[in-house]
């Protein structure tokens, strides 16, 4: 049985899905695009009056 240490060691490096660049965040993570491609989103602290 593999130890759980040498499982985590030898993950592949993240890459963002879009433009394939290498990413920080770790394997497990679920970020799966890097920051330039992840759109931004707005979220109002209020809902918008129509």
């Known amino acids: ?9 030898h993950l592949p490096k993240k890459v ?3 433009c394939g660049v ?3 965040e ?3 993570c ?3 695009q890097c920051h330039e ?3 931004d989103v707005y979220y109002p602290r ?3 009056a129509g």
């Open 26 to 28: 770790q394997s497990d």
């Open 1 to 9: 049985m593999q130890a759980v240490l040498d499982f985590f060691r």
């Open 22 to 24: 290498e990413m920080d």
């Open 16 to 18: 963002c899905i879009s």
């Open 37 to 39: 491609c992840t759109p």
């Open 46 to 48: 209020r809902p918008i």
């Open 30 to 32: 679920y970020v799966n």
